[in-house]
């Protein structure tokens, strides 16, 4: 039987970061995950939407959100 884990990955990067620090701190991630045994699967994008229902339906609106997910597996 395979065990799923699934990791939210934000990039926190400042202004003077490129896309390569993106790319190295999902590494680390990935590579942190592998030396406990997990096997990196995929990464996807989840989308959530929020109802805010306002007051007695008034100002009612709907917010969306969208989410990195880092998907790992293991055999038991």
Do not use: H, R
Request: charged share 20%.
């Amino acid at each position: 039987m395979k065990n799923y884990k699934v990791v939210p990955y934000v990039a926190n990067i400042t202004t003077k970061d490129t896309t390569s620090t993106v790319a190295e701190k999902l590494e680390i991630l990935i590579n942190d995950f592998a030396k406990q045994g997990w096997n990196f699967e995929s990464i996807e994008k989840f989308e959530t939407s929020v109802n805010d229902p306002g007051c007695f339906g008034i100002n009612a609106k709907t917010s969306t959100t969208f989410f990195q997910l880092v998907i790992f597996s293991k055999q038991n």
